[in-house]
């Protein structure tokens, strides 16, 4: 998929417009500032694809693209594009990571090493007296770029093959608006906002070439730091050695970057803890916020927020249904793509791909395995928070606060407001229009079909009359009944053989055969959690009268 597509024939491309010319020789803190705004203004427009987003009036440098280009990115390149983009148009020197290697030898798939990986090759824009044409050099940066560059040692220092990234200290200063936030499974997203209360907003592109938008949470999984996961930010490059002509532009030199002690932020915090810790083990990081010791996620809202943190569970309940709200918007864009393209029409496959989370080709652009997977993990840390917070409020612990009298009937009218707040539609295969809640999409979570070669029905995890329009054939509802462990599933196993064929699949999850899911899905149900709650309430609120009345 190429970087910009869709010149206009016959539309003249001036050189100005295009042209690459390296008029700074460092990214200055001014600068830094100026990429933080521009991927905040880009967070906050409304704008859903790339090329929407570039074109929006958020983009101050839309005027100055030549006519007819057209923006294309997955969440891979996104970060890339973004911070070429941004020095294109402000003459920066700019230089990636082109090559890597796994660090712990031969692996089958660069993306999802277990040691991580280590930079073997790197490309320089040239600083050059009339500059370069930018568009084909940024073409070739999204073919090398893939989320392989962002699976790097956290501690990776090399002077000549350095790392793009490096680790931040966990501070409102450091984690800002442009800092990358990488998931081991695969996936890379960028803050663009950080509010007051300490949510991280995040924005991300996918390989339809569709934006959504999310928060910082357990959808980024923690691991051991030679998988790099989580909070990156870009490494301040330089251009050394370089002539400067009358003209301001500069011509020749090397890229350079900082080492990891002269960076002021760089640090290790977020794999290795607040506190001592002797065994070196990420496992055993502890994490420490005025005295009160707390989970690694929990910390890190905690240190974002402006002031003492004060968690509200209505609050945050709101907040977390209509992030979800986002993805489940963002899910539809990627099912009418595939529908659009007829991918649902076409023959099936006799097996899976070798891993359905990462893959290439018809699958990789329009299946939804891993949107849905994150999807349904944030459905599940949903329920989790929430039932931590009330656990929490009743142990009168400092960060949660929630000062009405009816918590269990507060949580549960927000959630059936933001439930009914978020409708999504969709066509049915006989042109019928089927419209869900959020709720609805809650509880057919695990029957939503990530296979772009099933029905729209299907791919919406219909049931009984509205099922009944789908024009699916036996071997595709075989292929859909035998895929139900798959959609049980909310961990992204890069590293296990998923080629099955249905027979294989119908035979069900093997401690030996991974790759074919889970047989029990996690308990997502927020109604049902908030009406035991409920009931639970009002059962302490009785007792103390039925002992009055006994007295």
């Known amino acids: ?40 203004g880009l967070g906050a427009a409304d704008c859903w694809t790339v090329d929407e987003c570039l074109r929006s009036p958020a983009n101050p440098y839309r005027s100055t693209d030549p006519r007819g280009m057209r923006f294309m990115s997955d969440c891979a390149d996104l970060p890339y594009v973004l911070r070429a983009y941004y020095a294109w148009k402000n003459g920066l020197p700019f230089s990636y990571v082109s090559g890597v290697t796994s ?22 824009i040239p600083a050059t007296a009339d500059g370069v044409p930018a568009l084909p050099l940024l073409v070739e940066m999204r073919g090398l770029v893939s989320t392989a560059m962002f699976r790097h040692h956290a501690d990776a220092d090399h002077p000549v093959n350095f790392t793009d990234f490096y680790s931040p200290e966990i501070t409102r200063e450091s984690i800002k608006p442009g800092t ?42 923690r691991t051991k730091p030679e998988l790099g996961t989580n909070f990156k930010n870009w490494r301040p490059q330089r251009l050394v050695d370089a002539r400067r002509l009358p003209n301001g532009t500069y011509v020749g030199g090397q890229i350079e970057a900082p080492r990891n002690d002269e960076l002021d932020d760089f640090s290790l915090e977020q794999f290795l803890g607040t506190e001592p810790n002797p065994s070196g083990s990420w496992r055993n990081a502890e994490f420490m916020h005025k005295g009160e010791k707390l989970d ?22 709101q907040a977390m249904m209509r992030t979800l709200c986002y993805d489940v918007r963002a899910r539809k864009d990627a099912v009418d793509q595939a529908l659009l393209n007829n991918i649902h029409r076409m023959t099936p496959p006799a097996k899976l791909p ?32 929430i039932e931590a917070m009330v656990k929490m409020h009743g142990q009168g612990v400092t960060t949660v606060s929630y ?3 009816d918590l269990a009937g507060d949580l549960l009218q927000a959630f059936e407001e933001e439930s009914q707040s978020c409708i999504t539609s969709y066509t049915r295969s006989n042109g019928k229009r089927v419209s869900l809640s959020l709720e609805d999409v809650m509880n057919r979570l695990f029957d939503l079909s990530f296979d772009p070669y099933q029905c729209v029905e299907r791919r919406w995890g219909a049931s009984g009359e509205e099922l009944s329009s789908c024009p699916d054939g036996p071997v595709k509802q075989r292929w859909y009944e035998a895929q139900r462990f798959l959609r049980n599933q909310i961990d992204r196993t890069y590293d296990v053989y998923m080629g099955y064929t249905p027979a294989e699949l119908e035979a069900g999850p093997h401690e030996v055969h991974t790759g074919r899911g889970v047989k029990t899905p996690p308990d997502v149900d927020m109604r049902a959690y908030l009406t ?17 009345a006994l007295d």
């Open 180 to 221: 990358v936030l990488y998931d081991v499974n695969g996936h890379v997203a960028m803050v663009w906002r950080v509010e007051d209360d300490g949510r991280i907003l995040s924005i991300s592109a996918h390989p339809d070439n569709s934006i959504s938008r999310s928060f910082y949470g357990r959808n980024f999984l």
């Open 296 to 317: 690694y996620y929990h910390y890190t809202r905690a240190v974002m927020a402006k002031g003492d943190l004060r968690l509200d569970p209505v609050h945050e309940l």
């Open 403 to 405: 000062e009405g009298t």
């Open 1 to 40: 998929m190429a970087l910009f597509a869709g010149m206009l024939a016959g539309t003249p491309v001036l050189a100005n417009s295009y042209t690459w010319r390296i008029t700074k020789t460092e990214w200055s803190p001014a600068d830094e500032r100026g990429f933080s705004e521009f991927i905040e």
């Open 532 to 548: 035991r709650l409920k009931a639970k309430q009002h059962a302490s609120a009785e007792a103390p009268e039925r002992e009055t």
């Open 354 to 385: 070798d891993n359905i989370y990462g893959t290439y080709g018809y699958w990789e652009l329009y299946s939804t395995p891993s949107r849905d997977a994150r999807l349904k993990t944030s459905f599940r840390e949903m329920r989790e928070q």
């Open 103 to 124: 660090a712990s030898g031969y692996f089958s798939d660069i993306r999802y090493t277990r040691d991580g990986n280590i930079v073997v090759q790197r490309r320089t």
